[in-house]
């Protein structure tokens, strides 16, 4: 079970790895975006392990996309998206003027939405 924290490439980001009293959490440090390895287990239809290790890969190796919400220029929030599209629209949609979103991969690359 990868255990710890991942530092992405460019050093911006940290994601922890805890398993607090038996329940894995998995999140981007100083932010409130998390999911628990029951989440993904549920959702993939895989055992909690598996699916923990294949979350981890898929941000690690730049299968998965992040998104980044900045209020007034400040980081806000990052979590893993399953549709950047739908949270690009949601965002222009429902989003202050004070807030911008950006997309990126595990390396600091840009991914245009």
Same mark, same amino acid.
């Given at each position: 079970?990868?255990?710890?924290?991942?530092?992405s490439p460019d050093?911006?980001?940290?994601?922890?790895?805890?398993?607090?009293?038996? %329940?894995? &959490?998995? @999140?981007?440090?100083?932010?409130?975006?998390?999911?628990?390895?029951?989440? /993904? $287990?549920?959702?993939?239809?895989?055992?909690?392990?598996t699916a923990i290790?294949?979350?981890?890969? %898929?941000? &690690?190796? @730049?299968?998965?996309?992040?998104?980044?919400?900045?209020?007034?220029?400040? /980081? $806000?929030?990052?979590?893993?998206?399953?549709?950047?599209?739908?949270?690009?629209?949601?965002?222009?949609?429902y989003g202050p003027?004070?807030?911008?979103?950006?997309?990126?991969?595990?390396?600091?690359?840009?991914?245009?939405?």
């Open positions: 079970m990868p255990v710890g924290e991942y530092i050093g911006q980001l940290r994601l922890l790895v805890i398993c607090p009293e038996g %329940d894995w &959490t998995l @999140g981007f440090d100083g932010f409130p975006w998390h999911t628990h390895g029951s989440i /993904l $287990a549920s959702l993939s239809g895989k055992d909690e392990k290790d294949d979350f981890v890969a %898929d941000l &690690t190796s @730049g299968k998965s996309v992040i998104a980044m919400k900045r209020i007034n220029g400040s /980081l $806000a929030d990052v979590w893993v998206t399953d549709d950047p599209a739908d949270d690009l629209s949601s965002w222009q949609k003027d004070d807030e911008t979103m950006e997309f990126r991969l595990w390396d600091g690359s840009a991914v245009k939405v």
